[in-house]
């Protein structure tokens, strides 16, 4: 028996020690069994159907980093159906990435029609991943979508949440920063502040002028004055040596991680400034997937993973695996995103230093139910799949 059949039927058996009756079959189409699990056989092959739809996260506030500000994210939602179960998927696109709901709708189409139809066995997991990364270059956030469906929908079948299944302890989750953005607004910037008094870390998006930067720390540091706080620059410092200083700085007024303090091609100017801060310097414009880690590898202290930049949670948990081997420590971060992503971002939490999930708080209009936080930590359920539900619009 192949090893990748092997897993898959033990999962599945196991699936059904924790569920209510066993697994339909599915080897004459989809089956959809309403609100209980029927049938005598077990679920094995059927066709997998995907569909999605666009959709616009609206910002409770402009969120402004070093280089843009925007009032709204597009995004696409995906449902992947087989075998009468429904995973759920996002595609999340800033502008900064470079996708659209034209880009990710077109993509998409070629899932559903040039790779989709090879498959009848869902747990083929790295098959049916390595042919959807295959397709065209970059479209991660596409990608991504299509992958946490996935994921989704085989924890449903399975009927455990992936933070179990990948072996994780729930207790090692981590608090959650929330993020304050750039604002030229005193008053704005002490309301936003204000509003996240519940949160044990802060994070502060700087990268514009010294005196703005400077500025931004000092109002927060009012009203939270002791509040841990990381920093991220998204590249806005350009001189290395103004940047090692900025950074010694920060931690004298209370900063515990700088985020991609220098430009994502200049590997020697954040290694220069990881090597004088007395806080550790993380890589996220430089992080974008897995074969860029080992050249990062010295440079920063640890990266920032985001499931939109990756391709989703298959290659999020590989790069997991190959940061730790290289003592790199791990954040787990977002976009603008809603409970979907954001849940699914959450499953790889405990094996995080550091967690910037806080994307579905930042919108006013979340289409989903999903990971909570409890006094500001993330907290993981027994909920298959990514551990999300639709709400009604």
Same mark, same amino acid.
């Given at each position: 028996?192949?090893?990748?059949?092997?897993? =898959? &039927?033990?999962?599945?058996?196991? @699936?059904?020690?924790?569920?209510?009756?066993? +697994?339909?079959?599915?080897? /004459?189409?989809?089956?959809?069994?309403?609100?209980?699990?029927?049938?005598?056989?077990?679920?094995?092959?059927?066709?997998?159907? +995907?569909?999605?739809?666009?959709?616009?996260?609206?910002?409770?506030?402009?969120?402004?980093?070093? /280089?843009?500000? =925007?009032?709204?994210?597009?995004?696409?939602?995906?449902?992947?159906?087989?075998?009468g179960f429904t995973g759920y998927g996002e595609a999340s696109m800033p502008p900064y990435l470079g996708e659209s709901h034209a880009s990710v709708n077109a993509f998409l189409r070629r899932v559903r029609d040039?790779?989709?139809? &090879?498959?009848?066995?869902?747990?083929?997991?790295? &098959? *049916?991943?390595?042919? %959807?990364?295959?397709?065209?270059?970059?479209?991660?956030?596409?990608? !991504?979508? %299509?992958?946490?469906?996935?994921?989704?929908?085989?924890?449903?079948?399975?009927?455990?949440?992936?933070?179990?299944?990948? /072996?994780?302890?729930?207790?090692?989750?981590?608090?959650?920063?929330?993020? *304050?953005?750039?604002?030229?607004?005193?008053?704005?910037?002490?309301?936003?502040?204000?509003?996240?008094?519940?949160?044990?870390? +802060?994070?502060?998006k700087l990268g514009q002028t010294d005196a703005e930067d400077r500025r931004m720390i000092r109002l927060i540091r009012e009203i939270r004055p002791d509040t841990p706080v990381y920093v991220d620059a998204n590249?806005?410092?350009?001189?290395?040596?103004? @940047?090692?200083?900025?950074?010694?700085?920060? !931690?004298?007024?209370?900063?515990?991680?700088?985020?991609?303090?220098?430009?994502?091609?200049?590997?020697?100017?954040?290694?220069?400034?990881?090597?004088?801060?007395?806080?550790?310097? %993380? !890589?996220?414009?430089?992080?974008? =997937?897995?074969?860029?880690?080992?050249?990062?590898?010295? !440079?920063?202290?640890?990266?920032?993973?985001?499931?939109m930049k990756c391709g989703g949670m298959h290659e999020a948990r590989e790069m997991v695996t190959l940061a730790g081997a290289l003592g790199m420590d791990c954040m787990i971060g977002c976009m603008t995103e809603?409970?979907?992503?954001?849940?699914?971002?959450?499953?790889?939490?405990?094996?995080? =230093?550091?967690?910037?999930?806080?994307?579905?708080?930042?919108?006013?209009?979340?289409?989903?139910?999903?990971?909570?936080?409890?006094? /500001?930590?993330?907290?993981?359920?027994?909920?298959?799949?990514?551990? %999300?539900?639709?709400?009604?619009?």
């Amino acid at each position: 028996m192949d090893r990748r059949k092997f897993i =898959r &039927d033990g999962l599945l058996a196991t @699936a059904g020690a924790v569920t209510l009756g066993s +697994l339909p079959s599915c080897s /004459g189409g989809i089956v959809r069994t309403g609100g209980g699990l029927s049938g005598g056989s077990t679920a094995s092959e059927g066709p997998l159907e +995907l569909e999605w739809e666009d959709f616009t996260a609206e910002m409770k506030y402009t969120f402004s980093i070093s /280089g843009s500000s =925007r009032d709204s994210t597009p995004i696409v939602l995906t449902r992947l159906h087989w075998c009468g179960f429904t995973g759920y998927g996002e595609a999340s696109m800033p502008p900064y990435l470079g996708e659209s709901h034209a880009s990710v709708n077109a993509f998409l189409r070629r899932v559903r029609d040039e790779v989709l139809p &090879d498959f009848r066995d869902a747990f083929l997991v790295e &098959d *049916i991943l390595a042919r %959807v990364d295959a397709l065209a270059g970059g479209n991660c956030a596409a990608k !991504a979508s %299509v992958d946490i469906a996935l994921h989704d929908l085989l924890g449903k079948v399975m009927g455990q949440p992936w933070w179990r299944i990948w /072996g994780f302890n729930a207790q090692d989750a981590p608090f959650t920063c929330y993020t *304050i953005g750039y604002d030229a607004s005193d008053d704005i910037v002490r309301k936003k502040t204000s509003e996240a008094a519940w949160s044990h870390f +802060l994070k502060v998006k700087l990268g514009q002028t010294d005196a703005e930067d400077r500025r931004m720390i000092r109002l927060i540091r009012e009203i939270r004055p002791d509040t841990p706080v990381y920093v991220d620059a998204n590249q806005g410092w350009k001189d290395r040596f103004y @940047a090692a200083e900025m950074a010694c700085w920060l !931690a004298e007024n209370g900063v515990v991680m700088i985020e991609q303090p220098m430009p994502r091609d200049d590997i020697e100017g954040n290694a220069y400034v990881n090597s004088r801060s007395p806080v550790p310097v %993380v !890589a996220d414009e430089s992080c974008q =997937r897995l074969a860029d880690i080992p050249g990062l590898h010295g !440079a920063f202290s640890g990266i920032n993973i985001k499931l939109m930049k990756c391709g989703g949670m298959h290659e999020a948990r590989e790069m997991v695996t190959l940061a730790g081997a290289l003592g790199m420590d791990c954040m787990i971060g977002c976009m603008t995103e809603t409970s979907v992503a954001i849940s699914a971002a959450a499953q790889l939490s405990p094996k995080m =230093r550091w967690a910037d999930l806080d994307g579905n708080m930042l919108i006013a209009n979340d289409c989903f139910s999903g990971m909570k936080l409890k006094d /500001g930590r993330i907290t993981l359920g027994p909920e298959p799949g990514i551990g %999300v539900t639709p709400l009604q619009r």
